[in-house]
């Protein structure tokens, strides 16, 4: 390259940053002004909201009127939001405005045109010409994918074909060039050497400027109804699929946005770290959620065991927790409904009682829902008995007014609540005491009575727990009383084990006709290891419209056996009933060096399937010691040292109990310390301690992990300490107390370097 075409090259980015500088100007002002907008919208709703805060209930006018502002206010905020988000993607153009050239030939063309590509695009000020195309534009998808000479790329128009002459890449740093090259590679491994070489900080990067070919297919995929990713630790899932979110979002700006998508991720502290990969690609971010959350939201009351107490407890899977997370206990839950829609199994009607007494009698619940025609589905039945049982409580409020409990009551109240009660009528809108009294009798037994309506209303009057309970004695397992027995002993104590959540909802969703959520069109789930296929197919039930992109390394998995890519795609298929399902293996670690990658692939039975990425590094280290004070002395040295080096340092644990034990066995030894549990949601800087689950989908410059010996590790734990090794970008170092545990193979011992301390 020479040194004129560098100059040349600088001196469109500096046009090009001039009218960014302008653009900034503009939009500055436009949100100064979207800004007072949304106060005087503010103002306004605040006021028109305060008005009837009493009667709100009553006057429908009223309701309407705030409805509409409350529109307003949505739309005057979505509107600053969108101009502060320019602003944002602007600034961020301002430092590295593209990273990328093509130079196409279009058939007819006598001329090559150049494009430049960044990570949104620009227009110059008067809009005639693109200065910057969008990563995510049809035309871009040429400079992830094609090598020089004649490609062809999608467009919403068919296939086009031209011809790329000249690929380049650039390095801008605060508006100056710092690399140019040009290259036939697909995106050159120099640009990823440095992006993988930077030390880590708390947020995940977003990786447009370097996307792989195979990570291409992932983002740009647009037909699969299923999209399994498989891929190994580091291979970029997790980034394929944010900015495979990006891209969706580019691409179906009118029928999409971000509230549609959800993605299922492995822990808080995850959905913090990757909190900033879409606003910093001018994009809102998703909805996320942890299964954990998602669960506690449907059981409410109850505390659910999480993931991460599961793994606490027991890691081996015995027969019956098998089969109440297969698919097949989904299908009995179905088998199940059957019957009760056969009559051949009742619901579980409670009585409802209002004041400790029985106000509807399960009889008298069961009656109505007898009378109800036999060819009626279950849902239809019970929502009819719902129905008529709220149909039947709008009678009863009329005698409840009559009883001596209102009157006593109504005595009972201050001026001010009857005043309340009263509404906008006065006491000139009566014409006698009695019928002012018994106007109030009547409001007063409907505002009790709310609660039967409410429990009416949210399917109180069926016992679920009891139904599961039930439910549970008819399935094929040899002890199934004692199960249902436990799950009921369980209850008493307001928890629930992880394994009967899936088939619980199931049964309560379908007898309820409720928990079905069709506003999502896309669900992403991180670490689909961790999912039980029940949950899988419960999911599937509970998102029906969605399109599911599943990713996935079974060598991580903690609880579930490891599956072929290919068996667990025709699983998922049939379990999401896909009809274009795609799967998608990555195998080259892009997080870890050379050294680190090759370590945790020999640990592995079939780890010669991983490829590293050629990106040096120290070998990693092994220090054994037999004693337990020289054990802990070299572990604050090697903290120390590690910290000396690197902006973040993680000691990883088997669990939270070792986790606390080392926390403690450091505290006052080492500057910014932290130890996390699973309640955390933001990720520190200096040296943390955390159990493995937590650090799923994490990565540290470099990774400590405490103890490798016999007594810590069992040949068990390979999927653990696989995990741990894989968090590490540039330096990882183990410690054994005694001698190592067989699950470091022998291959894994050739590609470490030992250090033997006072070893007798
Ligand atoms: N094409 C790329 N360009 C630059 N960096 C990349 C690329 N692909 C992956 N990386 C980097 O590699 C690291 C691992 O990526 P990511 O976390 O997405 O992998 P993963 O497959 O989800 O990992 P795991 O399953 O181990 O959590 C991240 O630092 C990411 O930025």
Same mark, same amino acid.
């Given at each position: 390259?020479?040194?004129?075409?560098?100059?040349?090259?600088?001196?469109?980015?500096?046009?090009?940053?001039?009218?960014?500088?302008?653009?900034?100007?503009?939009?500055?002002?436009?949100?100064?002004?979207?800004?007072?907008?949304?106060?005087?919208?503010?103002?306004?709703?605040?006021?028109?909201?305060?008005?009837?805060?009493?009667?709100?209930?009553?006057?429908?006018?009223?309701?309407?009127?705030?409805?509409?502002?409350?529109?307003?206010?949505?739309?005057?905020?979505?509107?600053?939001?969108?101009?502060?988000?320019?602003?944002?993607?602007?600034?961020?153009?301002?430092?590295?405005?593209?990273?990328?050239?093509?130079?196409?030939?279009?058939?007819?063309?006598?001329?090559?045109?150049?494009?430049?590509?960044?990570?949104?695009?620009?227009?110059?000020?008067?809009?005639?010409?693109?200065?910057?195309?969008?990563?995510?534009?049809?035309?871009?998808?040429?400079?992830?994918?094609?090598?020089?000479?004649?490609?062809?790329?999608?467009?919403?128009?068919?296939?086009?074909?031209?011809?790329?002459?000249?690929?380049?890449?650039?390095?801008?740093?605060?508006?100056?060039?710092?690399?140019?090259?040009?290259?036939?590679?697909?995106?050159?491994?120099?640009?990823?050497?440095?992006?993988?070489?930077?030390?880590?900080?708390?947020?995940?990067?977003?990786?447009?400027?370097?996307?792989?070919?195979?990570?291409?297919?992932?983002?740009?995929?647009?037909?699969?109804?299923?999209?399994?990713?498989?891929?190994?630790?580091?291979?970029?899932?997790?980034?394929?699929?944010?900015?495979?979110?990006?891209?969706?979002?580019?691409?179906?700006?009118?029928?999409?946005?971000?509230?549609?998508?959800?993605?299922?991720?492995?822990?808080?502290?995850?959905?913090?770290?990757?909190?900033?990969?879409?606003?910093?690609?001018?994009?809102?971010?998703?909805?996320?959620?942890?299964?954990?959350?998602?669960?506690?939201?449907?059981?409410?009351?109850?505390?659910?065991?999480?993931?991460?107490?599961?793994?606490?407890?027991?890691?081996?899977?015995?027969?019956?927790?098998?089969?109440?997370?297969?698919?097949?206990?989904?299908?009995?839950?179905?088998?199940?409904?059957?019957?009760?829609?056969?009559?051949?199994?009742?619901?579980?009607?409670?009585?409802?009682?209002?004041?400790?007494?029985?106000?509807?009698?399960?009889?008298?619940?069961?009656?109505?829902?007898?009378?109800?025609?036999?060819?009626?589905?279950?849902?239809?039945?019970?929502?009819?008995?719902?129905?008529?049982?709220?149909?039947?409580?709008?009678?009863?409020?009329?005698?409840?007014?009559?009883?001596?409990?209102?009157?006593?009551?109504?005595?009972?109240?201050?001026?001010?609540?009857?005043?309340?009660?009263?509404?906008?009528?006065?006491?000139?809108?009566?014409?006698?005491?009695?019928?002012?009294?018994?106007?109030?009798?009547?409001?007063?037994? +409907?505002? #009790? %009575?709310? !609660?039967?309506?409410? $429990?009416?209303?949210?399917?109180?009057? &069926?016992?679920?727990? *009891?139904?599961?309970?039930?439910?549970?004695?008819?399935?094929?397992?040899?002890?199934?009383?004692?199960?249902?027995?436990?799950?009921?002993?369980?209850?008493?104590?307001?928890?629930?084990?992880?394994?009967?959540?899936?088939?619980?909802?199931?049964?309560?969703?379908?007898?309820?006709?409720?928990?079905?959520?069709?506003?999502?069109?896309?669900?992403?789930?991180?670490?689909?290891?961790?999912?039980?296929?029940?949950?899988?197919?419960?999911?599937?039930?509970?998102?029906?419209?969605?399109?599911?992109?599943?990713?996935?390394?079974?060598?991580?998995?903690?609880?579930?056996?490891?599956?072929?890519?290919?068996?667990?795609?025709?699983?998922?298929?049939?379990?999401?009933?896909?009809? +274009?399902? #795609? %799967?998608? !293996?990555?195998?080259? $670690?892009?997080?870890?060096?050379?050294? &680190?990658?090759?370590? *945790?692939?020999?640990?592995?039975?079939?780890?010669?399937?991983?490829?590293?990425?050629?990106?040096?590094?120290?070998?990693?280290?092994?220090?054994?010691?037999?004693?337990?004070?020289?054990?802990?002395?070299?572990?604050?040295?090697?903290?120390?040292?590690?910290?000396?080096?690197?902006?973040?340092?993680?000691?990883?644990?088997?669990?939270?109990?070792?986790?606390?034990?080392?926390?403690?066995?450091?505290?006052?030894?080492?500057?910014?310390?932290?130890?996390?549990?699973?309640?955390?949601?933001?990720?520190?800087?200096?040296?943390?301690?955390?159990?493995?689950?937590?650090?799923?989908?994490?990565?540290?410059?470099?990774?400590?992990?405490?103890?490798?010996?016999?007594?810590?590790?069992?040949?068990?734990?390979?999927?653990?300490?696989?995990?741990?090794?894989?968090?590490?970008?540039?330096?990882?170092?183990?410690?054994?107390?005694?001698?190592?545990?067989?699950?470091?193979?022998?291959?894994?011992?050739?590609?470490?370097?030992?250090?033997?301390?006072?070893?007798?």
């Amino acid at each position: 390259m020479t040194d004129q075409e560098l100059q040349t090259e600088q001196a469109r980015v500096d046009l090009v940053i001039q009218a960014i500088d302008e653009q900034i100007i503009q939009t500055k002002a436009a949100v100064k002004k979207a800004h007072a907008e949304t106060r005087a919208v503010e103002k306004n709703y605040g006021a028109n909201t305060s008005i009837n805060r009493y009667e709100i209930d009553d006057i429908a006018e009223s309701r309407a009127e705030i409805e509409q502002q409350r529109r307003l206010l949505f739309q005057a905020s979505e509107n600053e939001d969108i101009l502060k988000r320019q602003l944002a993607t602007l600034q961020e153009l301002r430092h590295s405005p593209y990273f990328g050239r093509i130079d196409i030939l279009d058939p007819g063309e006598k001329e090559p045109e150049s494009l430049y590509i960044g990570v949104a695009s620009l227009m110059n000020n008067d809009k005639s010409d693109f200065l910057i195309y969008d990563w995510r534009a049809p035309i871009s998808g040429v400079y992830y994918n094609g090598t020089l000479g004649t490609v062809t790329y999608p467009t919403p128009n068919g296939s086009q074909t031209t011809k790329l002459v000249k690929k380049r890449q650039f390095t801008i740093v605060n508006g100056k060039i710092t690399n140019m090259f040009d290259t036939n590679e697909t995106v050159g491994d120099e640009m990823l050497q440095a992006a993988l070489g930077r030390q880590n900080d708390q947020y995940m990067q977003s990786i447009v400027a370097t996307i792989q070919q195979e990570q291409n297919d992932i983002i740009r995929n647009t037909t699969s109804d299923l999209l399994v990713v498989q891929g190994v630790a580091g291979s970029g899932k997790t980034s394929a699929i944010l900015q495979r979110i990006a891209y969706l979002l580019f691409h179906s700006r009118d029928s999409l946005n971000a509230d549609q998508i959800v993605l299922f991720s492995p822990n808080l502290l995850f959905s913090q770290y990757i909190s900033q990969v879409l606003p910093k690609l001018g994009e809102k971010n998703m909805r996320q959620v942890t299964l954990a959350g998602f669960l506690r939201r449907r059981f409410e009351g109850l505390k659910v065991e999480t993931l991460f107490e599961r793994y606490e407890k027991d890691t081996a899977s015995n027969p019956t927790q098998k089969y109440l997370e297969s698919a097949a206990v989904m299908k009995a839950v179905e088998a199940y409904l059957a019957n009760m829609q056969a009559k051949t199994v009742q619901p579980a009607f409670i009585t409802v009682t209002f004041n400790e007494t029985p106000f509807f009698t399960a009889d008298h619940i069961q009656s109505i829902y007898d009378a109800q025609p036999a060819s009626m589905a279950v849902a239809d039945r019970l929502l009819a008995t719902k129905n008529a049982l709220i149909k039947e409580l709008k009678g009863r409020i009329r005698e409840e007014a009559k009883k001596d409990w209102v009157a006593k009551e109504l005595d009972e109240l201050t001026t001010q609540q009857i005043t309340k009660l009263m509404g906008k009528h006065s006491v000139d809108d009566f014409n006698s005491p009695d019928h002012l009294n018994h106007y109030l009798a009547r409001r007063w037994a +409907h505002k #009790r %009575l709310r !609660t039967v309506y409410d $429990a009416l209303f949210n399917n109180y009057f &069926i016992d679920f727990y *009891a139904q599961y309970h039930h439910f549970l004695q008819t399935l094929p397992l040899e002890h199934a009383n004692q199960i249902a027995k436990a799950f009921y002993n369980q209850l008493e104590w307001h928890q629930i084990s992880l394994v009967h959540t899936a088939p619980l909802m199931y049964l309560r969703d379908l007898m309820s006709a409720s928990g079905i959520n069709r506003a999502f069109q896309y669900v992403f789930i991180d670490e689909m290891q961790d999912y039980s296929p029940a949950m899988l197919v419960y999911l599937h039930h509970a998102f029906p419209l969605a399109k599911f992109t599943i990713l996935g390394d079974s060598e991580q998995a903690l609880f579930y056996p490891l599956k072929l890519p290919a068996e667990l795609l025709k699983q998922t298929q049939t379990i999401l009933a896909a009809k +274009h399902p #795609r %799967l998608v !293996t990555l195998r080259r $670690a892009y997080r870890s060096t050379k050294e &680190i990658t090759d370590f *945790a692939k020999a640990l592995l039975p079939d780890g010669d399937q991983i490829v590293s990425f050629t990106r040096h590094g120290e070998v990693p280290e092994l220090i054994m010691t037999n004693k337990g004070e020289e054990w802990q002395v070299n572990l604050i040295e090697t903290v120390k040292k590690a910290r000396s080096k690197y902006a973040t340092v993680a000691l990883l644990t088997k669990n939270q109990g070792v986790a606390q034990k080392i926390y403690q066995l450091l505290y006052g030894k080492i500057a910014k310390l932290t130890v996390l549990s699973d309640q955390d949601s933001s990720l520190p800087t200096g040296v943390i301690i955390l159990p493995t689950y937590l650090a799923k989908g994490l990565e540290f410059d470099a990774v400590i992990i405490p103890d490798v010996s016999q007594q810590a590790m069992s040949l068990d734990d390979t999927g653990l300490l696989y995990t741990m090794a894989s968090r590490a970008m540039h330096q990882l170092t183990l410690l054994s107390q005694g001698p190592v545990s067989p699950v470091i193979t022998p291959a894994a011992r050739k590609l470490i370097q030992i250090k033997m301390t006072n070893l007798q």
